[in-house]
């Protein structure tokens, strides 16, 4: 039986193909495409060319959290997001938005525009009524785990085992969602890599496909442009996109049902069609 994920607008089902998330990041200062789409005009034709390219999500982030970066005020926030999420709600009814926040202010408000996720980079550590936002909607539900906020969560990260910490912190945090009514077809589970980790750790997670099937539910996995394929590889973050679909055909083969959220739409959809075209007989 397919498993399911359930958000505010409906089903998502999951077969053998993973599920595509195109980021929409309406901010300054993201790391790879900040200032790109801060107009109105500019981010409903991203939006038309991740729908157009064949993903199941839109993903809209409205704070950078890349190393470093400072927090946004949520007034700040609500500006950059709720105008786009309306719009693209309004001219794509059927298309399943997720908002990029941890703050509950934001999460409740994308919500009432259209959003049917919450993606939360901060698994409900950076603001208390967070969780309470999601437990009294229906909305679907990324958890993930980071070390420490964007300030300070890439100065020396280290663990004594990664993958034990990282699948018991959401482990833990699913369980608390079900203490706090949200049912476990609305949940699915993000290792946050980059996020707290060094290159290391992040194959190391990469690496622990058998862990992650044992939580039970899909893996988010936001590997899409990160800093730690130019430090593998040596090479600029225009040319990361070849090791992350190595990264992806690994996860193709051992990592259970998922979702790639990803920058480069299109070069994701046709990798995974002629995967599964020459898995054919």
């Known amino acids: 039986m397919a498993l399911i994920w359930q958000h505010a607008r409906g089903i998502l ?11 929409l990041n309406v901010t300054p200062d993201s790391f790879s495409d900040g200032g790109c789409y801060t107009t109105l005009d500019s981010a409903m034709s991203r939006a038309e060319a991740i729908l157009r390219a064949g993903a199941q999500i839109i993903d809209i982030g409205g704070e950078s959290t890349r190393p470093g970066a400072a927090s946004v005020p949520e007034d700040e926030e609500l500006r950059r997001v709720i105008p786009i999420i309306s719009a693209i709600h309004q001219r794509w009814p059927r298309a399943v938005i997720s908002i990029d926040t941890y703050k509950a202010g934001v999460a409740r408000q994308a919500v009432a ?85 060094n290159a290391e750790h992040n194959l190391q997670l990469l690496r622990a496909t058998a ?4 939580l039970g539910r899909p893996l988010m996995w936001g590997l ?58």
């Open 224 to 281: 899409s442009r990160k800093s730690f394929l130019s430090h593998i590889l040596n090479v600029s973050l225009p040319d990361r996109l070849a090791g992350a679909l190595a990264v992806y055909g690994r996860l193709l083969q051992h990592g259970g049902p998922q979702v790639w959220r990803v920058h480069e739409v299109e070069p994701c959809a046709q990798f995974i069609e002629m995967w599964f075209r020459l898995a054919q007989p």
């Open 211 to 214: 862990t992650w099937r044992e």
């Open 13 to 23: 089902e999951f077969g053998d193909r993973p599920l595509l998330a195109g980021i």
């Open 113 to 197: 525009a259209g959003a049917a996720i919450i993606n939360d980079v901060s698994g409900g550590q950076w603001d208390a009524d967070l969780l309470p936002v999601v437990a009294a909607g229906d909305a679907g539900y990324i958890a993930m785990h980071s070390l420490d906020r964007p300030e300070r969560m890439q100065l020396q990260p280290a663990y004594d085992d990664v993958t034990r910490t990282v699948s018991g912190f959401l482990r833990e945090l699913g369980d608390r969602l079900e203490r706090l009514g949200v049912a476990r077809e609305r949940v699915i589970y993000d290792a946050g890599l980059g996020f707290g980790k």
